[in-house]
């Protein structure tokens, strides 16, 4: 069985730094892309960052410049370094990745960690 599980989230005040991980354990062959989403009170849920295993990025336009997506494959762990955090940035944020077990490849996503901006 397959689990992403993520950590770091928290408190903190408008213009500090959090840094998220989010590892994969279980039967995992290989993992795809690795992605950070984040759902705020009353909103959909939405893409932060993704990187691809090669590592090509792309980041949301509200995080670029503030965040950075890294992996490590031979951990099957991806972070998420957020600097300059915002208010708006308040949100429930997931870990999602395409994951290869034997010879599928399936879709997990984590629990999620709650990130909460304080002014």
């Known amino acids: 069985q397959v689990q992403l599980v993520e950590s770091g989230g928290g408190l903190v005040q408008a213009g500090g730094s959090l840094r998220l991980s989010c590892a994969g354990s279980?039967?995992?062959?290989?993992?795809?892309?690795m992605a950070w989403y984040r759902q705020a009170p009353g909103k959909q849920r939405e893409l932060v960052a993704r990187i691809t295993r090669s590592g090509t990025i792309n980041y949301s336009d509200s995080v670029k410049g503030r965040f950075t997506i890294s992996r490590v494959n031979a951990n099957n762990t991806v972070y998420l370094q957020m600097n300059n955090l915002e208010l708006e940035d308040t949100a429930v944020y997931y870990c999602n990745a395409d994951v290869v077990v034997g010879t599928w490849m399936k879709n997990y996503w984590g629990q999620g960690t709650q990130v909460t901006v304080s002014s």
């Open positions: 279980g039967n995992i062959a290989g993992i795809g892309n």
